[in-house]
């Protein structure tokens, strides 16, 4: 079992910058591949970022690659979302999901998530 907590979500203007955490306890993190989803109202789920147990490997939606970058500090159980040159698109809740093993998932298939953290990008 993990529980996943995230933060630093908030409105923010087109081209800001945003740094959202996410805080895990319970099970061992370091065996957990890491990811961060959005949702935006009305719409699906979509996969943001991912990035293996190691932290040596790292995966991007198409949309966010070269503004967004996720990364994880194990001895302090956090990963995190740097978010650079927002766009009002990119406004959304956004989920911190956790899933065991070494397989880097691109889809909602994670086994535990975080209650999620909005954010809001003006124009």
């Known amino acids: 079992q993990v529980q996943l907590a995230e933060s630093g979500g908030g409105l923010v203007q087109a081209g800001g910058s945003l740094r959202l955490s996410c805080a895990a306890s319970?099970?061992?993190?370091?065996?957990?591949?890491m990811g961060w989803f959005r949702q935006a109202l009305g719409k699906e789920r979509d996969f943001v970022a991912a990035i293996n147990w190691s932290g040596t490997s790292t995966y991007y939606a198409d949309s966010v690659k070269g503004r967004f970058t996720i990364s994880r500090n194990s001895a302090m159980n956090t990963v995190y979302l740097q978010m650079n040159s927002l766009k009002p698109d990119d406004t959304a809740v956004y989920y911190c999901a956790a899933h065991p093993g070494i397989v880097v998932l691109t889809t909602p298939q994670y086994d535990y998530w975080g209650q999620g953290t909005q954010v809001t990008v003006s124009s």
């Open positions: 319970g099970d061992t993190f370091r065996r957990f591949t």
